[in-house]
T-cell receptor, first 111, second 114 residues
Framework: GQQLNQSPQSMFIQEGEDVSMNCTSS?????WLWYKQDPGEGPVLLIA?????ELTSNGRLTAQFGITRKDSFLNISASIPSDVGIYFC???????????FGAGTRLTVKP | DAGVIQSPRHEVTEMGQEVTLRCKPI?????LFWYRQTMMRGLELLIY????????DSGMPEDRFSAKMPNASFSTLKIQPSEPRDSAVYFC????????????FGDGTRLSIL
């Protein structure tokens, strides 16, 4: 099905740098979720957002639910090698019958 | 608490064969999801169940794919007959109360159709 627009597709950064990625959509979502996928494993939830404007942190990770409800971003501060993986955003709607994933951002961290 | 359990982890078979993927969701989770992941198409939702009842199967690619959930602790995704383009990683996930809640994913089944 139709996916969210997630960018960038990939990032190559140096250890210690900050990272920012985002997801946008042409339609409104009521929930934004951010997942991380390590090689050979399934995605694991990082942060869940349920209100427009909400800013939530999980350690070095911070995510925000855009005011327009059509976007969300994820920031990682002071990256470390174990941050390597694919990060996915997912949006869901109130009617509970529409949920979709972004194409993912592949993050590489050079020590 | 055991997570979502999928089997097998890897499957290699020849085209035309029937393939059955299995999933055991987390106990107490009412929703179960099947996804397919490929480099070209990313993570696609194929079908999901609520209380063992299929709710939305619009993501199932074609009639060769079928999914069942005979009880709250077991689901299968079947492909018959399989084709090389079905090669992908198939994930099962479960959640407590629906699409807006975080989903817990299994480690996936890597399927290769020769």
């Amino acid at each position: 099905g139709q996916q969210l627009n997630q960018s960038p597709q990939s990032m190559f950064i140096q250890e210690g740098e900050d990272v920012s990625m985002n997801c946008t959509s042409s339609s409104i979502f009521n929930t934004w979720l951010w997942y991380k996928q390590d090689p050979g494993e399934g995605p694991v939830l990082l942060i869940a957002l349920y209100k427009a404007g909400e800013l939530t942190s999980n350690g070095r990770l911070t995510a925000q639910f855009g005011i327009t409800r059509k976007d969300s971003f994820l920031n990682i501060s002071a990256s470390i090698p174990s941050d390597v993986g694919i990060y996915f955003c997912a949006g869901a709607k109130y009617n509970n019958n529409d949920m979709r994933f972004g194409a993912g951002t592949r993050l590489t961290v050079k020590p | 608490d055991a997570g979502v359990i999928q089997s097998p982890r890897h499957e290699v078979t020849e085209m035309g064969q029937e393939v059955t993927l299995r999933c055991k969701p987390i106990s107490g989770h009412d929703y179960l999801f099947w996804y397919r992941q490929t480099m070209m198409r990313g993570l696609e939702l194929l079908i999901y169940f609520n209380n063992n009842v299929p709710i939305d199967d619009s993501g199932m690619p074609e009639d060769r794919f079928s999914a069942k959930m005979p009880n709250a602790s077991f689901s299968t995704l079947k492909i018959q007959p399989s084709e090389p383009r079905d090669s992908a990683v198939y994930f099962c996930a479960s959640s407590r109360t629906g699409l807006r809640q975080p989903q817990h994913f299994g480690d996936g089944t890597r399927l290769s159709i020769l």
